[in-house]
């Protein structure tokens, strides 16, 4: 069966600091991945998704980047963080020319100080 | 662009009461349409789907939705709450280029009792 793990669970950083987040999928191959922000009051927000290796498509300009360096790892980074980057990542992956079906893993807490 | 609406921030029911929560999406053709639960601090699980046929559709936990096409909506219902339903609810369409969900801001769900 296919699972998905993201790290860390919990994040305490200072402004200005550098983030990197991980995520990765086992069990399937060639999936499509995602990183979403979600707000308190605001909803999921796609920030970015990749079909393939170093293929990155970014949704909202912002202080944050991703990346593709294997078939099932994403991960999400940020050189300088900002007080605004505060909140809850989610990691997603789907199968690749499927339904859209999203299966998310169990997130991340960022807190910027 | 596609869009999703869910008109209602917060709903709080009787323990045993029916439960309906509301979705309203925006989407020129027939969309793929999702109903997704999260608990506090974790990843959203899925409840249930909508591709095509017919339009009322099972879930899992006792709960389902009917698509209207006429109102461009996706209710979500469930004749009998229990307390352990009480989550967030986000309802959620495939964007046109089928690459990404795009997701309302949610419905948080308190049950009393």
């Known amino acids: 069966s296919q699972t998905i793990h993201q790290w860390p669970a919990t994040l305490v950083q200072p402004v200005g600091s550098p983030l990197s987040l991980e995520c990765t999928v086992e069990?399937?191959?060639?999936?499509?991945l995602y990183w979403y922000r979600q707000a308190a009051g605001r909803g999921l927000q796609l920030l970015f998704y990749?079909?393939?290796?170093?293929?990155i498509s970014s949704e909202v300009p912002q202080n944050l980047s991703a990346s593709r360096p294997q078939d099932r790892q994403f991960i999400l980074s940020s050189k300088k963080l900002l007080l605004s980057d505060s909140g809850f990542y989610l990691c997603?992956?789907?199968?690749?020319?499927?339904?859209?079906?999203?299966?998310f893993g169990e997130g991340s807490r960022l807190t910027v100080l | 662009a596609q869009s999703v609406t869910q008109p209602d921030i917060h709903i709080t029911v009787s323990e045993g009461a029916s439960l309906e929560l509301r979705c309203n999406y925006s989407?020129?053709?027939?969309?793929?349409l999702f109903w997704y639960v999260q608990s506090p601090g974790q990843g959203l699980q899925l409840l249930l789907k909508?591709?095509?046929?017919?339009?009322l559709v099972q879930g899992i936990k006792g709960f389902e939705a009917e698509f209207k096409r006429s109102q461009s909506s996706f209710n979500l219902r469930k004749p009998s709450v229990h307390w352990s339903d009480a989550a967030e609810y986000f309802c959620?369409?495939?964007?046109?280029?089928?690459?990404?969900?795009?997701f309302g801001k949610g419905t948080t769900l308190s049950v009393s009792s």
């Open positions: 909508y591709f095509s046929g017919d339009t």
């Open positions: 069990g399937t191959s060639n999936p499509n």
């Open positions: 989407y020129g053709a027939t969309p793929y």
């Open positions: 997603a992956w789907s199968v690749r020319s499927g339904t859209g079906e999203l299966f």
């Open positions: 990749s079909v393939g290796i170093g293929q």
């Open positions: 959620a369409v495939v964007n046109q280029a089928g690459t990404a969900l795009i």
